[in-house]
């Protein structure tokens, strides 16, 4: 009696969970279509993931003036990055990245800035960004061509990325050709990455905040043929000490690009040297690198980097580092990259053993990135 | 030295002036197929020049500085749209420092918004590989579609240039009439074909099925951009026995050793196509382009018939 009104509800409550389980799938898929359109008023929106998996005999010795990777396995780099025309006027660019030192992820705003967009030859940047000093230092940790910086960069820059925060014009010249004109003004804002800076080169709050550093740069592409480009570039970065003494960086780069038309996703070469001179307090020193660069297939890059420090200079201790690469990379969005790199520091007084002078380092690197389609940079 | 300054002067206002009279819009496409189609409509009043040429992957265009300079005093560019160029345009039109051609302003003309898009993806999902979320790009090898947009690029260089409406009309009219009279050819010659299986590297052939009743089984990429593995190689070749594939389309521009490695295996015959205007020296302009896909797959399938 009591059972018998209840059947068809327990049947209606069976199907409809019957139902649920069969269209709640594809519901569901709809609704993350239909949310794809309006999503086109958000930021553009993209995050990366760097990871870094190696070994580095050099811990084995304590290097002190080891500038190269920390055996074990880390984040080199976690970013977020949200992009935005802001209005006709000007775009937003904001980026959250948080990187590992000595197994601690320590996470910050790496870059923010306003940039306009109504200006004719003209970008006027605002905020916080990367400084144009130099061949690499544009170029963020997961989009670097080898797993660190150039040696010579790292060590007389004293940075692994040099941030600022301050006002950026960057002028197209009224040329036939590629050149622009890089002036920026900034409060630096960058950590030198090494608690054994050898320069004691900190940029801490202690500072005054009218001590600004100035970067100049000057880039010219030209086209040699529809295949290949030749790239020149010069940087010049100074401010005062705290004696009022002129401390200066400057450095010229050169790069060859071959980029054949039809077979531009298959295979590709690009050759670069840099040279660095730096005058500074606590670094004084010029640096050479050059690097060889060659996509074999469409998802296969083998490389090939040498580097020297004291060029000119400084020949009591010279060094040298040779890194190989061979990455592989699935996607646009994915890459897994195999470095092997040797580095070498001569003394000229031979007291220590010279085998302690050999570090040799094998890392693997993981690289993904979600979200809006990264630019295939030139 | 007076009458020489007034010469100058003199000299300066008829320089000036020509340049006014002359004032040609300065188009920058993004193909050699929508630069062909603005020059029809433009005629003598534009400049044109393509950022790609021919016998390049648009998808795989790399935001060359120089190409920067190239769009800088452009007064309008016109691109496919629909994500093709998304890997590069952007960055370009930045680097650009040209406020003219900024999405949204009159002198940025995305076509693909303009024609009935096939292959829209029903889910958005990276693990498909790159897909288009607003349909497959590749729509000018389908002449109706191609067709479609002479009236937006027209109405585009009037509002540029209002001046030379009228000419431009007429010249986009001349051209519908011309394209009417060739897809009626096309049409007739492709008639006999209906129904056949086709295999192609990369989804580009699709429009051209669509249109000539030909039916598309699948890519030998294993999903949009990421190249195929032995395996899916070996599903390929059954797919194209299965299918009784006779014919594998190929992109001028992709590697051609997975088509040729399924060919050998199938006995299927590789036609290489090129895909845009100027791909090859009779495809001079989108007539020659369609003229040339059209009779190099109808040679084909003759031969094969024999």
Redesign the interface.
């Known amino acids: 009696m009591h059972a018998a009104p209840k059947a068809p509800m327990r049947v209606c409550i069976a199907l409809s969970i019957l139902f649920g389980i069969l269209f709640v799938p594809s519901g569901y898929a709809q609704t993350t279509t239909m949310q794809e359109r309006p999503n086109t008023w958000n930021p553009q929106i993209s995050a990366g993931i760097v990871f870094l998996g190696g070994y580095s005999t050099a811990d084995e010795h304590a290097h002190e003036e080891q500038h190269g990777l920390e055996s074990g396995l880390q984040l080199q780099e976690v970013e977020l990055r949200l992009m935005s025309n802001v209005d006709p006027f000007f775009r937003g660019v904001l980026s959250l990245a948080g990187h590992m030192h000595d197994g601690v992820m320590e996470v910050g705003f790496e870059e923010a800035f306003l940039s306009t967009l109504a200006i004719p030859d003209l970008t006027i940047r605002a905020g916080k960004f990367l400084l144009n000093f130099g061949k690499s230092n544009l170029r963020h940790t997961h989009a670097r061509h080898y797993l660190t910086a150039p040696m010579p960069t790292q060590a007389l820059t004293g940075a692994d990325h040099l941030l600022g925060v301050g006002v950026s014009l960057d002028y197209l010249l009224p040329l036939p050709f590629f050149t622009e004109l890089n002036l920026q003004a900034v409060r630096p804002a960058w950590e030198t990455g090494h608690t054994d800076d050898p320069g004691g080169h900190a940029h801490g709050s202690d500072e005054d905040p009218l001590d600004l550093t100035y970067v100049t740069h000057l880039k010219t592409l030209v086209d040699l043929s529809d295949t290949t480009t030749l790239e020149l570039g010069g940087s010049y970065m100074g401010n005062q000490d705290d004696h009022g003494h002129l401390e200066s960086t400057w450095g010229v780069d050169m790069t060859l690009k071959w980029v054949p038309l039809e077979r531009a996703r298959y295979e590709t070469i690009d050759w670069t040297t840099e040279y660095i001179s730096a005058h500074r307090d606590g670094v004084k020193g010029d640096g050479l690198y050059t690097s060889l660069r060659r996509q074999t297939a469409q998802r296969w890059w083998l490389q090939l980097r040498g580097a020297i420090l004291g060029l000119t200079r400084e020949t009591d201790s010279r060094r040298y580092r040779g890194e190989t690469m061979l990455a592989f990379a699935p996607s646009e969005r994915s890459a897994i990259r195999l470095q092997y790199a040797l580095e070498t520091l001569a003394h000229s007084d031979t007291t220590t053993d010279d085998h302690h002078d050999l570090v040799h380092e094998v890392f693997l690197q993981f690289i993904v990135s979600m979200g809006a389609h990264p630019a295939h940079a030139y | 030295m007076k009458r020489m300054g007034n010469t100058l002067l003199f000299l300066a206002l008829i320089l000036w002036g020509s340049s006014v009279a002359n004032a040609k819009i300065n188009v920058v496409t993004t193909t050699t197929d929508l630069a062909d189609l603005v020059r029809q409509i433009g005629g003598p009043h534009v400049t044109v020049q393509s950022i790609t040429?021919a016998?390049?992957?648009p998808h795989?265009?790399?935001?060359?500085?120089?190409l920067?300079?190239k769009l800088?005093r452009a007064d309008l560019l016109v691109s496919v749209g629909l994500?093709l160029e998304?890997?590069?345009l952007?960055?370009l039109i930045?680097?650009?420092?040209?406020?003219k051609i900024?999405?949204?302003e009159p002198g940025n003309l995305k076509v693909g918004g303009f024609i009935k898009a096939i292959g829209i993806?029903?889910?958005?999902d990276?693990s498909h590989?790159?897909v288009h979320?607003h349909g497959n790009p590749h729509f000018w090898l389908d002449p109706v579609q191609f067709k479609k947009i002479v009236s937006t690029v027209t109405k585009r260089l009037m509002k540029l240039d209002p001046a030379h409406g009228t000419d431009f009309k007429g010249r986009a009219a001349a051209l519908s009439e011309k394209l009417d009279a060739k897809l009626h050819e096309w049409t007739k010659k492709m008639a006999p074909y209906k129904g056949t299986p086709l295999v192609s590297y990369h989804d580009t052939f699709n429009y051209f099925y669509e249109r000539f009743g030909l039916v598309g089984v699948g890519t030998l990429e294993i999903k949009p951009?990421?190249?195929p593995s032995p395996k899916h190689l070996n599903r390929a070749i059954q797919m194209v026995k299965g299918n009784d594939v006779k014919v594998i389309l190929h992109e001028?521009?992709h590697?051609e050793r997975p088509s040729k490695f399924v060919a050998k295996r199938t006995g299927a015959k590789i036609v290489i196509l090129p895909t845009s205007v100027g791909g090859v020296p009779e495809a001079s302009d989108y007539i020659g382009l369609m003229d040339v896909l059209v009779n190099t797959f109808v040679g084909t399938m003759e031969t094969i018939a024999q």
Request: charged residues 30%; hydrophobic residues 25%; glycine residues 12%.
């Open positions: 040429k016998r390049q992957d795989y265009v790399k935001a060359k500085p120089s920067m300079v800088r994500d998304t890997g590069w952007p960055r930045r680097g650009s420092r040209n406020p900024r999405s949204g993806p029903t889910a958005i990276h590989g790159h979320a951009g990421v190249p001028i521009y590697d």
